[in-house]
């Protein structure tokens, strides 16, 4: 392995850039160069980044498609059930199947079933509630969330050569280039 | 057409949507820096009055819980009185909220940003107060669980053809849907107050309830993704919300109520009074804090009203279409409603809505008066008891007359409807003053996202408008 006995872990090497453009920048070349396992932290979502950064995913529409399919399906079953099987209920005398009174709280069912996936599905993907994380050691990192932007290639990716992730990252002109305690 | 993309954004250069020299971090420290400072005795002083409204609802519930619902008004014709009137209210304030937030985020309307997190907690404690009412309408509303689908021990199931019970799903998704979306345009804004708090205790709670954002671009992809997505169900949430709340009336057969023109007309009507409530709220949360005139400029009060003013007419071109379609109708009960409405013993009420909401919103046209913030506070006021005044003329006249004249009644509020609904008002201002002691009241992720994309956003990005190559960070507003 790269990392001598003496060296403590590292979770990676994090460089900080000023503007979003440096970002944009260094994220393409940090993916052209090969790293897969790094990651960019802005304090705004900036368009184009992932994009730049070679990740593509859709994991969110597609829960949210899918839980929205259940709430439909869900809401319907239960007021078909409910209303046709287990307790007919002759209401000014309508069809016990009257489906289109049935149209609104499948609506419902839906919105809210498609909710809960966006909300739960985004935090669940993104790990959230772990309070610990290794780049909340860098101190500079606070800087995060107000105006400074970072890129983090990770120790675990096969590319990843102390030395030589240090120099190519001070090839990116950053601000600063740090490594990234466990 | 690039062209017709870049329309609204170079409509901004002339409007600009920032006043004063921004930077990100003067926005991220403007805005998260109001939580954690001291407030204004203004404030001390508004959230005593409010917790004076609140502490008065909680005694004005106990009272309704022991005597039950005969302290009310209704009787019969009119059972729905005062609690119907409310509802509907409240209701339709939040309205503004979810427009501005989600229905605006997908017309790409970038003043949105300035105001959404405001209407948003607007709306989650009007739908509060809202839901108050039919609760407590129900009589026993210790036994409200009914109109969820539990299995109980009666083996009896929800009437789910009752628009009624729609309402409970309505509503109460709408209340969630409405906390998922506020929270999750929440959380990088927590994240950034626990990353500048200045004390533990600060980045502590801010910290949990940030559920350990660290900004990362995967993070912010999904999270983008689940806001669009949130704001594109929320589109129609919020209008099956209103259009199922006036299905409980169009379902009927109450003159006045059977009226395929119902739920767009609610719609309207919602956004008309929610646009009335954000201006009442922000106007005086400007003076309050003079930080948010830099975000929340004259443009934005300015397009609200004008926003007020459209909603209005389509509002009152449903007043003239009831009006047409009772007479047309050639029904005696519908016509005679319409007579009813105009000279029968409500007359009062009526003219007070057509002058409210009909005639004195039309000084919105001249600029000079959409520039006047006492001018705008006061109409806004206005508008809000307008609205007030049309369910009450919905509800209540429908009700008091309709087919048998041996049938017909007076219906009167008395001191006790007075008492919850001033105090429902008492609370909500509670709850806002309680937002803006603790919570960012912009969103400040999508304010620096926003001033990036208008005023920085050299170099050839794709949102960047053609004519604004202003690279300086204070380049913004001028």
Known sequence: ????????????????????????????????????????????????????MGVKEAKVPWTVFICGLLGAIGAFTLQVWTSVVDYPLNIGGRDLLSWPYFVPITFEGMVLAAAFGAFFGTHIYNRMLSYYHPVFNVPQFVRASTDRFFVCIESKDPKFNRDETYRFLQSLNPLSVVEVPE | MQQTIKAPEVQIKEFPLFEGAQ??????????????????????????????????????????????????????????????????????????????????????????????????????????????????????????????????????WPQFRSPLEWDVWAVSTYFTVSVLFWYMGLIPDLAKMRD??????????????????????????????????????????????????????????????????????????????????????VIPFRILYPKLQEYITMNHIDWMAKVMLATGWIVFYGYLCEMFFGWYSGVQFEQFLV????????????????????????????????HNLLALFIISIIVNIGMWLERFVIIV?????????????????????????????????MMMFVFARFIPMLAVAELKELWYRLYHGHNGHAHAPATQHAPAPQGGGQ
């Not at chain 2, 009185?81 to 989600?102: E, P, Q």
């Not at chain 2, 017309?107 to 949105?112: G, I, N, V």
């Not at chain 2, 839901?131 to 969820?148: I, N």
């Open chain 1, 1 to 52: 392995m790269a990392h001598a006995d003496t060296t403590p872990k590292l979770y990676g090497l994090m460089a900080e850039f000023e503007t979003p453009e440096q970002l944009l920048e260094a994220a393409r070349r940090t993916r052209d160069a090969g790293y897969r396992h790094f990651d960019c932290y802005t304090p705004f979502p900036i368009h184009g980044l992932t994009a730049a």
């Open chain 2, 23 to 156: 930077n990100y971090e003067r926005i991220t420290e403007q805005i998260t820096r109001i939580p954690m400072e001291r407030h204004p005795m203004a404030w001390t002083i508004m959230f005593g009055l409010g917790f004076i409204g609140a502490t008065s609802l909680v005694m004005a519930l106990a009272w309704l819980l022991i005597n039950g619902v005969g302290l009310w008004g209704i009787n019969q014709p009119v059972g729905w009185g005062f609690d119907i009137i409310n509802f509907v209210w409240w209701i339709g304030i939040g309205h503004a909220g979810t427009l501005i937030s989600a229905i605006l985020l997908l017309l790409r309307q970038a003043w949105r940003m300035s105001i959404n997190r405001f209407a948003e907690a607007m709306t989650i404690f009007a739908v509060m107060c809202a839901g108050l009412f039919p609760l407590f309408h129900t009589g026993r509303p210790w036994v409200a669980y009914w109109l969820f689908p539990i299995p109980n021990w009666l083996a009896m």
């Open chain 2, 196 to 281: 500048r708090a200045k004390t533990h205790l600060q980045r502590v709670v801010n910290g949990i309830f940030a559920l350990g954002w660290r900004n990362s671009a995967i993070h912010w992809m999904r999270w983008e993704q689940a806001y669009l997505l949130l704001a594109g169900l929320s589109t129609p949430l919020v209008l099956s919300v209103h259009s199922i709340v006036s299905l409980d009336f169009a379902i009927s057969i109450v003159p006045g109520w059977h009226v395929t023109i119902f739920p767009p007309y609610f719609v309207a009507g919602a956004i008309f009074s929610g646009f009335a409530m954000v201006l009442t709220l």
């Open chain 2, 339 to 370: 007579v009813n409405r105009f000279f029968g013993p409500y007359w009062p009420a009526f003219w007070a809505l057509i002058l409210c909401n009909g005639i004195i919103p039309q000084v919105l046209w001249l600029p000079k008066v959409r």
């Open chain 2, 397 to 429: 006249i429908s009700l008091h007359r309709d087919f048998q004249t041996s049938a017909w009644g007076m219906y009167t509020p008395t001191f006790n409807d007075w008492w919850l609904y001033l105090s429902t008002i008492g609370f909500f201002v």
